[in-house]
């Protein structure tokens, strides 16, 4: 097949583009045809972009961000084989920017799916347990030992808890944080931006070692992918999670810098993300990129640039 007959295939395949869903799924088809993306097997992008198309109309802040965070945001999700409808990212804006961010679900999808993972666990630390664990020669945690009494467990004495990301063919991954740090965490968050508000989150205090849980396993699955050296593993995660990053630290988030979304329990609705006010600064900024007119003059980039039309 020539490279014209190819080309006139993929055409044949495109959307009218209606909205920035459209664009990102037409990109994301000649991205296929061009050998440049394999998608999950048994993974739809075009359910996957109708759920979230529908969930950013909802929201005005949403669709307040710029086209192209739009966009960047969409593509990361189809490239990772995400699916906002089963609770595995969710849209959150940042400033004039969308950003896509990973749910604990997803994560341990991404790890289950890509990585071999065979379980991740989680174990909370009570006051009283006798917890124990060994470094290796290469920094790694290993050994973990937890002996536990049945009189312990009270979710208002928790001192910690520790996640572990099981292989059936490599070492486990093993991730420890004590209550200090997993409180830490929580205050990241927009809505939780001290202990007052801690001790006043009805959320933190009654569903304690869930929330516990989902915090440890998240940090743990997201150090993992983002520091993971299998070739090709993981690979749309990684690059999605630098650009994440980029992005932010490039805007003034206030008080307490919140990167990281909290992972809120099933039963509960997640809470409101407060924006991030866009800040250009001297260093560090991305400079534009021009794009001709043709939408695919660059479509062996799984990314969209600022000045490409919609």
Do not use: C
Not at 125 to 150: A, C, H, M, S, W
Not at 219 to 226: L, M, Q, S, V
Not at 228 to 234: A, F, K, P, R, V
């Amino acid at each position: 097949m020539t490279e014209n007959t190819k080309l006139q295939k993929v055409e044949q395949q495109l959307l009218d583009e209606k909205n920035v869903s459209d664009s990102v799924l037409n990109k994301v088809r000649v991205l296929e045809n061009q050998g440049n993306l394999e998608l999950p097997a048994n993974y739809s992008p075009s359910n996957a972009m109708k759920q979230a198309w529908l969930t950013i109309s909802q929201d005005k802040k949403l669709m307040d961000t710029s086209d192209t965070s739009k966009a960047n945001a969409l593509l990361d999700m189809v490239t990772q084989g995400l699916n906002p409808a089963k609770k595995q990212a969710y849209f959150i804006p940042y400033g004039n920017k969308m950003q896509l961010q990973r749910s604990v679900h997803g994560n341990v999808m991404l790890l289950k799916r890509d990585a071999g993972t065979k379980d991740i666990t989680f174990q909370p630390i009570y006051e009283g347990d006798d917890f124990t664990y060994e470094i290796d020669e290469n920094g790694y945690i290993v050994n973990p030992r937890l002996k536990q009494k049945f009189g312990n467990i009270n979710k208002d004495k928790i001192v910690g808890g520790y996640a572990t990301i099981i292989f059936d063919n490599k070492q486990n991954h093993i991730e420890v944080m004590t209550i200090d740090q997993i409180e830490q965490a929580w205050m990241q968050s927009s809505m939780i931006k001290d202990r007052d508000a801690l001790k006043r989150s009805k959320t933190h205090n009654n569903f304690k070692e869930e929330m516990a849980r989902k915090t440890v396993i998240n940090r743990a699955a997201k150090r993992y992918i983002n520091t993971s050296t299998d070739e090709g593993l993981l690979k749309f995660a990684q690059e999605a999670d630098d650009r994440q990053r980029k992005e932010v630290f490039d805007a003034d988030v206030e008080e307490g810098q919140a990167s990281e979304i909290l992972d809120i329990p099933d039963d509960f609705e997640d809470a409101e993300i407060q924006e991030v006010p866009a800040h250009d600064k001297e260093t560090g900024e991305v400079k534009e990129q021009n794009q001709e007119e043709n939408p695919f003059a660059n479509a062996d980039q799984a990314s969209f640039d600022d000045d490409q039309p919609f």
